[in-house]
């Protein structure tokens, strides 16, 4: 389960056979870190591949990532352990993504280990921007889940030119007025080079479709990462970026 996700291009994928076969046979990934205890030293540290498993989107597993924290800290002996932190992945060569399920912490981290071990280098594994029209046309497709799904707080990032001295800007609204039909909405969107809805939700495909009692929220961010505001499956995430996200995500 996970309340966050990041979705990749995959470029220049293996096909799902080779990915697959690789993948099965790697029970775990080794990588070389600056100790933390001793900065003149190296440690390594293993990583754990399992439930590798295909269906119709790509390629499902689990990654096992370890790093080292601190522990006791703020005292004069500060130490440092190993520690680990659970992540799932679809790899999809048809579809050109890999899906990582997970703290946005180590994703970067992930992404890497995964794509040395499938292609034995850097680079495959790219990262999306959903632009700022593709990404109006998301949140209208979410919107058709449900009558009272709506945007909630939008982040408007001006980057190409400023927005009277702002470089972003966000603002939000009361639960029964969607940001998009605010009467200002559209003097901020205009001149946004890209955007970043949180949006409420009663119903959406996947990821919310039991109704809560309130609403549930998420928020998009341009750079193709969704966080929930409870767990979420893997199966239904990618159910939410297969049925909800494909044309934003250009997926083929």
């Given at each position: ?9 995959y470029e220049d994928p293996s096909t799902q056979e080779d990915s ?67 992540y799932n992945f679809l790899v999809s060569p048809k579809s050109g ?68 001295d702002f470089t972003d800007l966000d603002f939000a609204t009361g ?78």
């Amino acid at each position: 389960m996970a309340r966050s996700i990041q979705v990749f291009r995959y470029e220049d994928p293996s096909t799902q056979e080779d990915s697959f076969n690789i993948l099965k046979k790697t029970k775990e990934i080794k990588y070389a870190s600056p100790d933390k205890s001793n900065k003149s030293e190296t440690v390594e540290l293993k990583c754990d591949i399992s439930g590798i498993e295909v269906d119709d989107n790509g390629i499902n597993g689990h990654f096992f990532y370890r790093y080292q924290v601190k522990i006791n800290r703020y005292m004069p002996d500060e130490k440092y352990t190993v520690w680990g932190e659970n992540y799932n992945f679809l790899v999809s060569p048809k579809s050109g993504i890999i899906i990582l399920h997970g703290s946005a912490k180590f994703r970067p981290r992930v992404r890497n280990l995964l794509s040395e071990v499938i292609h034995d280098g850097l680079g495959y594994f790219k990262e999306i921007i959903i632009h700022k029209d593709a990404m109006m046309d998301l949140v209208n497709e979410i919107r058709k889940d449900h009558t009272r799904n709506n945007v909630e707080r939008p982040k408007f990032d001006y980057l190409e030119n400023k927005y009277n001295d702002f470089t972003d800007l966000d603002f939000a609204t009361g639960a029964t007025l969607c940001v998009t039909n605010h009467k200002d909405f559209a003097k901020y969107y205009a001149p946004t080079t890209l955007w970043s809805p949180k949006m409420r939700l009663k119903q959406c495909t996947g990821i919310v479709e039991d109704e809560p009692l309130d609403f549930a929220s998420l928020s998009m961010k341009y750079d193709a990462s969704f966080t929930l505001s409870q767990d979420a499956s893997p199966t239904e995430w990618n159910k939410f970026v297969f049925g909800k996200c494909k044309k934003a995500l250009g997926l083929r």
